[in-house]
């Protein structure tokens, strides 16, 4: 990604920048990290290249699957080192809280590499599937796993709170930010990731009380990050704020999954279906944890070798999965209608709900923390690559093995590399930038 053009720019940028002293991590959103996520968030990047290659008439399912497997040199952990959207798909997270409900409700530790390889290879259920049902879940089950893969941040965070690993910018901290980083990604106003999917379904079920979840949400992971910091921790509240925002995740998914199960009885295309198959599948597993038969259900309307979804399945469906949220702390208000709804008014009338779910005080942003060397690393030439990937799981062996506090704050290295969009947002300090052109 290194682009010599912009060089002369990026110094003029830097020396602008070094006569306000110290910089700022940058706010990526409504968000401010206390730690260093550039790299993290750029995993978005490595999904918008892999939605590039299936784009069109004739997707190339053999790009996309070495994007997925080998990464496309975005998300870099070192020069030599590239993190993948496989890597979160086939991480085992068994015994974190999030993972444990999937597997609770039946789904296998890795099933999201299942089902992706499934979609690229055009196998098990996406055999003789059309194109734009292999693309559209395709697209869509990459940010379920981005989505997956935050929770294992949070987790990870209170994890070391407990362990008394929370100074800012490394241990606790660190962790919480990529869960918003893997969340939201390095896109202006968050688009292309997940985040994108809560604005989108809160728009279609606004009003009458139901809750917005990507504001809610926002302040519920400014709320966590408080309270992983070393002199604010609480164990309780994080752990709170960590739950509420899978509760919050719960409404996104499941208002995709009503949404398109309508969508597909009412006008079928392999599009709204796959949408609907996709995006369920990001919180089919919580569902199942808490009501087998309602999960059930709705994995039974979008499943995705059906050619069609039959008449009545969106009210049968919709009173099982209204039934099923209490038991989630949810509640059929704070989840809405979609507002382009026509089969709902002859639905069976299931939500009468009259209390307002509260959900804990959330905070604002972060104080902006004076920050170090924050460059953008290029492991381009690393990426695509099986040694590429090699050389990754060798690096996490060693980091897993010299101990949780290997993602520190990632120094300067030879490789650094500034395009256009994000460079006002990083802070790379004279001297750092006089080592590489020396
Ligand atoms: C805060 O940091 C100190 C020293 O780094 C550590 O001993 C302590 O356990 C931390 N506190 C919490 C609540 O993590
Ligand atoms: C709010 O509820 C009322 C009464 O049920 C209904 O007529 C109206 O369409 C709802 N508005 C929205 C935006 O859902
Ligand atoms: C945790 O949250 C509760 C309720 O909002 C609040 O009263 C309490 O002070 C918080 N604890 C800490 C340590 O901030
Ligand atoms: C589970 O959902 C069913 C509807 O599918 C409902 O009848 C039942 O009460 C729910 N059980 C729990 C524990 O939420
Ligand atoms: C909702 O209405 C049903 C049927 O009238 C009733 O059995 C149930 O108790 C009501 N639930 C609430 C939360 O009011």
């Keep these: 990604m290194a682009c010599p053009s912009s060089r002369f720019l990026a110094v003029a940028l830097l020396l602008a920048m070094s006569s306000f002293g110290a910089s700022a991590y940058p706010a990526l959103g409504g ?12 995993i978005i990047k490595d999904v918008m290249a892999f939605a590039d290659a299936l784009a069109g008439e004739s997707p190339d399912y053999a790009k996309a699957k070495k994007i997925y497997m080998f990464g496309a040199g975005n998300s870099c952990k070192s020069p030599s080192s590239v993190r993948t959207l496989q890597g979160f798909a086939q991480k085992d997270l068994t015994g974190e809280s999030f993972a444990d409900k999937f597997i609770a409700g039946g789904f296998p530790a890795k099933f999201w590499d299942a089902v992706i390889l499934a979609a690229l290879d055009g196998t098990a259920d996406f055999a003789g599937a059309e194109r734009t049902k292999r693309v559209t879940s395709l697209k869509k089950l990459v940010l379920g796993v981005c989505n997956f893969y935050a929770s294992h941040e949070l987790e990870a965070a209170i994890k070391k709170v407990e362990s008394g690993d929370s100074a800012d ?11 918003w980083a893997f969340y939201y990604g390095s896109e202006p106003d ?8 809560a604005v989108e379904y809160d728009a279609d079920f606004a009003g ?13 992971f ?11 921790a609480s164990l309780t509240n994080a752990t709170r704020a960590r739950d509420t925002i899978y509760k919050l995740w719960a409404l996104t998914y499941i208002r995709a999954a009503l949404k398109y199960v309508e969508l597909s009885e009412t006008s079928y295309n392999g599009k709204v279906h796959a949408e609907g198959f996709a995006w369920y599948m990001a919180i089919d597993g919580f569902v199942a944890s808490y009501n087998a038969s309602a999960a059930k259900a709705m994995r039974d309307a979008l499943d995705i070798s059906k050619p069609s979804v039959p008449s009545g399945t969106f009210c049968a469906v919709r009173e099982q999965m209204l039934q099923a949220l209490p038991a989630m702390g949810l509640d059929c208000k704070a989840l809405g209608t979609f507002k ?16 307002t779910l509260q959900l804990p005080a959330g905070r604002y942003p972060a104080a902006a923390v004076s920050a170090s060397a924050s460059s953008n690393i290029d492991c381009s030439a690393a990426a ?3 040694a590429a990937a090699a050389a990754a799981a060798a690096a996490a062996a060693a980091a897993a093995a010299a101990g949780a506090a290997s993602k520190q704050t990632t120094a300067v290295s030879a490789a ?23």
């Design 222 to 232: 400014n709320a966590g990050l408080h309270f992983v910091r070393n002199s604010t």
């Design 169 to 179: 910018g490394s241990g606790s901290t660190l962790a919480w930010d990529e869960g």
């Design 384 to 386: 695509g690559t099986a």
């Design 208 to 220: 009458n009380g139901s809750i917005t979840v990507s504001t809610q949400i926002v302040a519920q």
């Design 416 to 438: 650094v590399s500034f395009s256009g969009a994000s460079m006002p947002l990083m802070a790379v300090s004279l001297a750092a930038w006089a080592t590489v052109w020396s």
């Design 31 to 42: 968000y401010m990290p206390v730690s260093n996520v550039l790299e993290h968030a750029e």
């Design 190 to 197: 968050g688009a292309e990731a997940a985040w994108g999917a």
């Design 340 to 355: 382009d709804s026509t089969l709902t008014a002859s639905c069976p009338s299931v939500c009468n709900v009259s209390a």
